[in-house]
């Protein structure tokens, strides 16, 4: 199983980690500038939040990418 994640960069990261990452990095204001979502706009918790990442596959995409494009990248 470790060789089918040895190319995958958020292996071992949680969901929770990466947004409470983008979090401290952007706030609630300056991400939902980056990713245009209500959960990070109206009354953003990391609870709700992550309850809606976990439901909407295309959401939980973009917040991973941008985690990867600030956090990982060079």
Do not use: D
Not at 39 to 67: D, G, M
Not at 68 to 73: A, F, G, P, R
């Amino acid at each position: 199983m470790t060789a089918t994640q040895a190319n995958n960069p958020l292996h071992g990261i949680t969901l929770e980690t990466v947004l409470t990452t983008l979090v401290r990095r952007y706030g609630w204001a300056g991400l939902c500038e980056q990713i245009n979502l209500q959960c990070f706009f109206n009354n953003p918790s990391i609870k709700s939040s992550l309850k809606f990442l976990r439901k909407t596959p295309w959401a939980r995409q973009k917040v991973e990418e941008l985690y990867l494009k600030t956090c990982i990248s060079p």
